[in-house]
């Protein structure tokens, strides 16, 4: 069934089309959508990353400092600050993703899946470079793996530490770099699966309801 045609009063050119069963009127100026991966909506996916990323760590620091004991073990005040640091990735992460996914005027799981994962790769290439300008305690657990992996590897290429210092420095690089690299990895897939979550079908899309 093809549909019928006709105008809406306003002169402009309008196509009734069966949808699920139902009519759905369809206007013959609305753009066709030819490219899939949008930059505006990763930017902004990016920007409430680090936005909710930063949220995350001052209130971690917040309820540690109220919570912080002078008798307490220094390894739990380190365990429970990794786990809030993990959890913090996660939310900023799924974030970035849904915003992404969400604000992008495209259809199917595909495309909400790449613009997640787009605004998740956004979000870590901005970490990385606020890392690299010394702004380590603003981005959290993510930047503060990646920057103690870059200290422990200068340390070792300096040569002047001893043995047991060099090979404590290369434990150091070996399980930062796998901890960062899991990381990373495991962030940026709830990054895409935030963008299939959010993603929209035709029908809001030609609705207008997304």
């Given amino acids: ?42 930017v902004a996916g990016a920007v409430v990353g680090l936005i909710a990323l930063l949220v995350m760590t001052l209130l971690g620091l917040g309820i ?63 970490l990385v470079a606020l890392t690299s300008v010394g702004l380590t ?18 340390d070792v290429a300096e040569g002047d530490a001893t043995l047991a210092e060099r090979q404590a420095a290369f434990d150091a690089v070996k399980d930062g770099v796998w901890g960062t690299l899991i990381t990373i990895v495991v962030a940026l897939a709830v990054a895409a699966l935030a963008g299939v979550l959010a993603h929209h079908d035709r029908r809001e899309l030609i609705e207008g309801t997304g």
Avoid: C, H
């Fill in 137 to 154: 305690n603003l981005v959290g657990f993510l930047g503060g793996n990646v920057a103690d992996v870059a200290r422990y590897a200068r």
């Fill in 1 to 42: 069934m093809t549909g019928t045609r006709g105008t809406d009063g306003t002169g402009t050119v309008v196509t009734q089309r069966p949808l699920y069963g139902k009519r759905t009127i369809v206007g013959e100026n609305v753009l066709t959508v030819r490219d899939r991966v949008q930059w505006g909506p990763i």
């Fill in 64 to 126: 540690g400092a109220s919570a912080f004991d002078p008798d307490t073990d220094i390894s739990d005040w380190n365990t429970w600050a990794g786990v809030w640091g993990g959890i913090s990735v996660l939310v900023a992460f799924f974030a970035a993703g849904w915003v992404g996914s969400q604000t992008a005027a495209v259809e199917g799981p595909y495309a909400g899946m790449m613009n997640g994962l787009l605004a998740g790769a956004t979000t870590l290439a901005a």
